[in-house]
């Protein structure tokens, strides 16, 4: 296995991210730079848009949050790479989340670029941020929770646990759907779309075997593991489709990652192999715990898992994400018969 050496500007920006900084605007590659755009009270602090350069102007891949704050840094960001906001032509969103997705509407508003994404997302974004149809995704939500067991008493705060940062997106569709395998046609980069559902259904990484770098998105990232669950907007089985994704991309040929949250970084196989070591535990551990009680619904179990600090302090937003990746978890085990799924009121599970 080579060593994991890293590029001088690559140290900056991982010290910045190590340092609880916001990184600078970096120019990673002639044509290509990085631009931090914050986002407002969140662990990941920032979101890193890429700044494309094209003959007449730019394109950018993710967008950011929705907030003033987000949109002028990017605008400061395109100032020091020397473009204006009327420079963009395009916009590539990874993945239909707010912190990637939330400003692109913004940003056609002010340039006339057109909205990329996945046809897999694009068909999530009405009922995900369209007043009109937020309610019957909250009743689904609801009716997920109750089946995995989540008490009577917490459903409504969990089921419309995410209904706060929904003034960060501006509902926008896009403008072109992106495909697996799909060439962008960008002058100047011979980017192609690599789709990677799991994070999200229709999450899109971008590889340009040219410069040989990889835009991870969320897909890939140098510490932490993205969020693979089921939901009511989810396939029923996410985490086959992300370990599938992980295979598809371990076998790119790139230098490195540019991912869309903390730091870039070398060595893409092993990191793919870390995160797939880190499922298989967590699926052993899922496996045990119901095997030692033998009928229990998936909250239950959520509860009696190792996560990063004790449950009864984790707030309700990251109660319903671990709730939803514990079923995420059981699913793929269910699917190769290592559990067993009991349907009724609740959802029961039992070893194999
Ligand atoms: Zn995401
Ligand atoms: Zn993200």
């Known amino acids: 296995m080579t060593k994991f050496v890293v590029t001088p500007a690559n140290v900056a920006q991982r010290d910045a991210w190590a340092g609880g900084a916001i990184p600078e605007v970096e120019r990673v590659r002639p044509g290509l730079w990085s631009v931090p755009v914050p986002i407002p009270v969140n662990p990941l602090r920032y979101v890193l848009v890429y700044v494309l350069e094209l003959p007449d102007g730019v394109a950018i891949i993710d967008a950011g949050w929705n907030t003033d704050e987000a949109y002028d840094a990017l605008v400061a960001g395109l100032a020091v790479a020397g473009y204006a906001i009327t420079d963009v032509k395009g916009v590539l969103v990874t993945h239909i989340h707010p912190d990637h997705y939330g400003l692109a509407g913004r940003v056609r508003e002010m340039s006339g670029a057109w909205i990329a994404l996945h046809p897999a997302d694009a068909r999530l974004v009405r009922e995900r941020y369209d007043d009109a149809a ?41 403008d072109r759907l992106v495909e697996d395998g799909d060439e962008l046609g960008l002058p100047g980069w011979d980017l192609r779309a690599v789709w990677t ?126 709730n939803n990746e514990t079923l995420a978890h059981l699913a793929w085990l269910e699917a190769r018969g290592r559990v067993r799924r009991v349907a009724g009121e609740q959802d029961l599970w039992f070893p194999a």
């Not at 995995?148 to 926008?172: F, K, N, Q, W, Y």
């Not at 793919?272 to 095997?291: Q, W």
């Open 134 to 174: 937020i309610d019957s995704l909250v009743e689904r939500e609801r009716e997920l929770l109750r089946r995995c067991g989540v008490p009577e008493l917490t459903l409504d705060e969990l089921a419309g646990a995410s209904m706060m940062i929904r003034h960060v997106v501006t509902m926008a569709r896009p």
């Open 197 to 322: 559902p799991g994070h999200s259904p229709g999450h899109l990484c971008f590889v340009s075997p040219a410069r040989r770098v990889l835009f991870s998105g969320d897909h890939v990232l140098a510490k932490i593991t993205p969020i693979v669950a089921v939901h009511p907007q989810s396939g029923p089985n996410p985490l086959a489709d992300y370990l599938d994704s992980l295979a598809a991309v371990r076998k790119l040929d790139v230098e490195e990652v540019l991912p869309a949250h903390e730091y870039r970084f070398l060595e893409l196989a092993e990191r793919v192999d870390t995160v797939m070591a880190h499922h298989d535990e967590r699926l052993a551990e899922i496996e045990r715990v119901v095997g030692s009680l033998d009928g229990a619904a998936c909250w239950d179990l959520a509860t009696r898992l190792t996560w990063s600090r004790p449950w009864e302090t984790i707030p309700p937003f990251m109660r319903r994400a671990a």
